[in-house]
């Protein structure tokens, strides 16, 4: 067996106080994230680890890179076919957090995804390097595939058709967009009382407004560490 009892450490860069609390949570969020964006040990600071579910309730999660934030929600980009795409079509709710570790900070999502429209993932598709464009044509995200060499040749294959030519957006790629119900902020502290902030979307049922186009209001909780 190997024990790691002893691999450890003390967070005390900074707290997380009522008085840094800002009334909408995506304001805090990008104020750490600019900051993180400053730090040279997070390699990444807009990955994010998604979590889905499938049919039986079995979670999986995994690294995506969020490409756009603002008072609506978190963008992410991938293949639709994929396993976490055919999981959000059954079910659309997802978690998502940002570890910044090195910030001793993370941030925790909880919400459902809605669907960037064709218009916005053209968008994105095309401010993409070219090879990646192709790599997006080439792999049937998360099939099984014998060998990569099959792999590299369909790439190879389809650099050349498209040689000089532009990619349009595969209809199976495309945004996901998460609509947060809560975002939960952490901060380590000293001697494990690290502060935690959790905001939680309150919601008026009786609303025919798109969820994504209501005026947010958002109450804020301290949590035990
Ligand atoms: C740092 C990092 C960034 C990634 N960014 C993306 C991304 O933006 N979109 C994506 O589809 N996969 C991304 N991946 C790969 C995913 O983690 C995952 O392997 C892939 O999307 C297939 O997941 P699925 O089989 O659960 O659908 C990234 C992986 C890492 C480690």
Same mark, same amino acid.
């Given at each position: ?19 840094? +609390?800002? %009334? =909408?949570?995506? $304001? ?10 400053? &730090?040279? *040990? ?27 934030v ?45 669907? +960037?429209? %064709? =218009?916005?993932? $053209? ?9 990646s464009? &192709?790599? *997006? ?8 595939i ?14 050349s ?49 798109e ?15």
């Open positions: 067996m190997s024990i790691f009892y002893q691999v450890r450490r003390e967070y005390d860069l900074t707290g997380l106080s009522e008085s840094d +609390l800002t %009334a =909408s949570p995506y $304001e805090l969020f990008e104020t750490w994230l600019n900051q993180v964006m400053q &730090i040279e *040990a997070i390699k990444d600071p807009t990955a994010m680890v998604v979590a889905t579910v499938d049919s039986t309730g079995m979670p999986f999660q995994r690294t995506v890179l969020m490409k756009s603002d008072e609506t929600g978190f963008v992410f980009y991938t293949n639709k076919l994929s396993r976490k795409g055919q999981q959000l079509a059954k079910n659309p709710k997802i978690s998502a957090i940002f570890p910044w570790l090195a910030a001793e900070r993370q941030v925790c999502i909880t919400g459902e995804v809605e669907l +960037l429209s %064709a =218009s916005e993932n $053209e968008a994105y598709f095309s401010s993409r390097p070219f090879e464009k &192709i790599a *997006a044509l080439a792999s049937k995200q998360s099939q099984p014998e060998n990569r060499d099959i792999l590299e040749n369909k790439y190879q294959a389809l650099l058709e498209y040689q000089g030519k532009e990619v349009a957006c595969p209809e199976n790629w495309g945004g996901y967009k998460i609509i947060p119900s809560s975002i939960e902020f952490w901060q380590g502290g000293e001697y494990r009382l690290h502060d935690r902030f959790i905001y939680t979307l309150q919601q008026d049922e009786n609303s025919s407004i969820k994504s186009e209501l005026d947010s209001n958002w109450q804020v909780a301290r949590l035990q560490p």
